[in-house]
């Protein structure tokens, strides 16, 4: 009888009047068609277009971007909440979030690459395409990241926690990844909002690249525009579960982070971190 009794408190409110939030948001349903267009016009020989899908590949991924971008902007939720003007910059968004495709594909292709480069287990890019979770999370990401940058709100974070959910790797839209990154295994690897990651950086399973502290105000406020996370340079190893951590951290390019380390102070170029013991962490420079 108690349960019934909260639950039927519950059900007194919505979740406009509990928290204030929006009526229309992006849909998830609509977020995974847009995840499964961008692989048919990226990869386009391994996702073929299905008999449903009339529309071309990219007409129809413009058709779903510019839906999503018009309810995260506008939220305008039916046609007749619309008005010329938001279609149109939806439309214009979308448009150019269309353009940066061969980028996002070069990218993408340099990632494939990068992993069979070095990843001993795989036998072939197809392989990397069609099985590596590591690359799905890229793939992703790099769309998200686009539209964050264009200044499109909310849509960005929901695709990669789509990724996420999929996959169990966490890449926020916000994280600065460089080019041929390979994400081996990849399972609960997170990437924190202002992370900074260089070219030709390996990522195993666990790994984090997290906040340190999180800095307030003097009233008390979390100050949520600062540099939180830390900067991974070129040709950084982070095996598995290592954990970086802290906004001023920067891992020195060539370096090697053992697994199960924790690092909270920077590391020189060429350095290998290891863990010996529970108490014992070291830092080796040119080994």
């Not at 449903?52 to 309810?71: F, K, N, T, V, Y």
């Not at 793939?139 to 960005?156: C, D, F, K, Q, T």
């Not at 350095?271 to 013991?277: P, R």
Request: hydrophobic fraction near 40%; charge should be negative.
């Amino acid at each position: 009888m108690q349960n019934r009794d909260h639950v039927a408190e519950l059900l007194k409110h919505n979740s406009c009047r509990m928290f204030k939030g929006r009526v229309c948001h992006p849909e998830p349903v609509q977020i995974a068609r847009i995840v499964r267009c961008l692989q048919q016009v990226l990869l386009p020989n391994y996702y073929q277009p299905s008999a449903d899908e009339c529309a071309p590949c990219i007409d129809s991924l413009w058709e779903g971007i510019a839906g999503q971008i018009h309810r995260a902007m506008f939220q305008k939720c039916m046609e007749k909440d619309s008005t010329e003007d938001s279609r149109k910059i939806a439309g214009d968004l979308a448009e150019e979030v269309i353009m940066q495709l061969p980028a996002v594909q070069e990218l993408l292709y340099e990632d494939v690459m990068e992993t069979y480069d070095s990843d001993p287990a795989s036998t072939g890019y197809d392989e990397i395409i069609l099985t590596y979770p590591g690359l799905f999370a890229l793939m992703v990401y790099r769309l998200a990241h686009v539209m964050l940058e264009i200044g499109i709100p909310l849509l960005p974070r929901m695709m990669t926690e789509y990724a996420h959910r999929e996959t169990g790797i966490d890449l926020h839209p916000g994280a600065s990844i460089g080019r041929g990154i390979m994400i081996d295994h990849g399972t609960g690897t997170v990437i924190g909002e202002t992370a900074v990651v260089g070219n030709h950086v390996k990522i195993y399973q666990g790994v984090t690249l997290g906040a340190l502290y999180f800095p307030r105000a003097e009233d008390g406020a979390m100050l949520r525009q600062t540099k939180r996370h830390p900067t991974v340079e070129d040709h950084v190893v982070l095996y598995s579960h290592a954990t970086v951590l802290g906004g001023e951290t920067v891992v020195g390019h060539h370096s090697v982070i053992g697994s199960n380390t924790w690092v909270t102070r920077s590391v020189p170029p060429f350095s290998k971190v290891v863990y010996e013991s529970e108490s014992v962490i070291k830092t080796r420079v040119g080994e």
